[in-house]
């Protein structure tokens, strides 16, 4: 029996994410094993600091790759909104599981509207921090990081009114009554949000063809475009972008927001096309910073 060594961080979404994979490569190849390979991460250990200032998303990343290529591993599973733009030359994302549920839920309240007066948010995201405040700019950011249940308890704890957290997953771990829902037209999700995929290193042809089974075409349309707008903005952890793609009647279109840090001010576009056109990517990152104020373009080098 052929065994595939599938590796993974070590939280609970993680690893029900890697089940969902191990799942599906099972359904697609009978008589295939898939063995779950836990790997600690740098964003897993260090708790206390925004991802931003020690490391950027490589944080999620490095240690997986280090296995992917060393060959303790013949593939790695992840969120795909924490894979950073730039990926080594040796790795190749291979496939994307069906997309879920790309929103965001709060936890603490039915609305950003019913938050009281200079209500505390718990995020580490800078997306988040800025969506929040230009909708309520009395609102205050606070740190938090952490699994679903360690930002849960914190939030129990008092240590903020509010959290947002991806509908998905929750959704995943079972928890979808936790927290409403945000619809996307009030805050457009991050760029991958509700993807999970699946990469292996370049050179590798079995793992390529056991993959590509299971791979979801528009998922991975849709995903390789938001992650084409990044690319082509030169975004990095400290550049608050909102970025959701779709594909109806053979036709990509993407929407996107910028803001300021602080959400002061804010800058929305989209772009339609082929989906196989990173054009449309490109074509929309230009239009975005064409009409992006000084406060907004500055936090983006493209």
Same mark, same amino acid.
């Given at each position: 029996?052929?065994?595939?060594?599938?590796?993974?961080?070590?939280?609970?979404?993680?690893?029900?994410?890697?089940?969902?994979?191990?799942?599906?490569?099972?359904?697609?190849?009978?008589?295939?094993?898939?063995?779950?390979?836990?790997?600690?991460?740098?964003?897993?250990?260090?708790?206390?600091?925004?991802?931003?200032?020690?490391?950027?998303?490589?944080?999620?990343?490095?240690?997986?790759?280090?296995?992917?290529?060393?060959?303790?591993?013949?593939?790695?599973?992840?969120?795909?909104?924490?894979?950073?733009?730039?990926?080594?030359?040796?790795?190749?994302?291979?496939?994307? *599981?069906? #997309?879920? &549920? /790309?929103?965001?839920?709060?936890?603490?309240? +039915?609305?950003?509207? =019913?938050?009281?007066? %200079? !209500?505390?948010?718990?995020?580490?995201?800078?997306?988040?921090?800025?969506?929040?405040?230009?909708?309520?700019?009395?609102?205050?950011?606070?740190?938090?990081?952490?699994?679903?249940?360690?930002?849960?308890?914190?939030?129990?704890?008092?240590?903020?009114?509010?959290?947002?957290?991806?509908?998905?997953?929750?959704?995943? *771990?079972? #928890?979808? &009554? /936790?927290?409403?829902?945000?619809?996307?037209? +009030?805050?457009?999700? =991050?760029?991958?949000? %509700? !993807?999970?995929?699946?990469?292996?290193?370049?050179?590798?042809?079995?793992?390529?063809?056991?993959?590509?089974?299971?791979?979801?075409?528009?998922?991975?349309?849709?995903?390789?475009?938001?992650?084409?707008?990044?690319?082509?903005?030169?975004?990095?952890?400290?550049?608050?972008?909102?970025?959701?793609?779709?594909?109806?009647?053979?036709?990509?279109?993407?929407?996107?927001?910028?803001?300021?840090?602080?959400?002061?001010?804010?800058?929305?576009?989209?772009?339609?096309?082929?989906?196989?056109?990173?054009?449309?990517?490109?074509?929309?990152?230009?239009?975005?910073?064409?009409?992006?104020?000084?406060?907004?373009?500055?936090?983006?080098?493209?």
């Amino acid at each position: 029996m052929q065994t595939l060594r599938l590796g993974t961080r070590g939280s609970p979404l993680a690893l029900t994410q890697a089940g969902l994979v191990r799942d599906a490569l099972v359904a697609a190849h009978p008589g295939l094993s898939v063995e779950i390979v836990v790997i600690r991460t740098t964003g897993d250990r260090v708790q206390d600091r925004p991802l931003a200032e020690i490391g950027g998303k490589a944080l999620w990343t490095k240690e997986l790759d280090r296995a992917l290529l060393a060959g303790e591993i013949d593939c790695a599973v992840h969120s795909m909104k924490d894979v950073e733009t730039v990926r080594p030359a040796e790795i190749a994302i291979v496939a994307m *599981l069906p #997309r879920a &549920d /790309v929103r965001d839920r709060l936890v603490g309240a +039915v609305s950003i509207e =019913a938050l009281p007066p %200079g !209500a505390r948010i718990g995020t580490s995201s800078p997306r988040r921090a800025a969506q929040v405040r230009s909708l309520r700019p009395d609102l205050s950011p606070v740190l938090f990081r952490g699994n679903v249940d360690t930002r849960l308890a914190r939030l129990a704890a008092g240590e903020a009114e509010a959290t947002l957290l991806a509908a998905a997953g929750l959704e995943r *771990l079972g #928890r979808d &009554d /936790v927290g409403v829902a945000i619809p996307t037209t +009030v805050m457009l999700p =991050a760029p991958a949000q %509700g !993807a999970v995929g699946i990469e292996c290193r370049a050179a590798d042809e079995d793992a390529t063809r056991l993959l590509a089974a299971i791979d979801d075409p528009q998922t991975h349309a849709c995903v390789r475009a938001e992650r084409a707008l990044l690319a082509a903005l030169v975004a990095d952890c400290h550049s608050p972008v909102a970025a959701l793609a779709r594909i109806e009647g053979g036709v990509l279109t993407i929407d996107a927001t910028l803001y300021a840090e602080d959400g002061s001010e804010s800058v929305s576009a989209q772009q339609a096309g082929a989906p196989e056109d990173v054009g449309v990517s490109q074509a929309l990152a230009a239009k975005l910073l064409e009409l992006a104020p000084p406060a907004i373009r500055q936090l983006f080098a493209g």
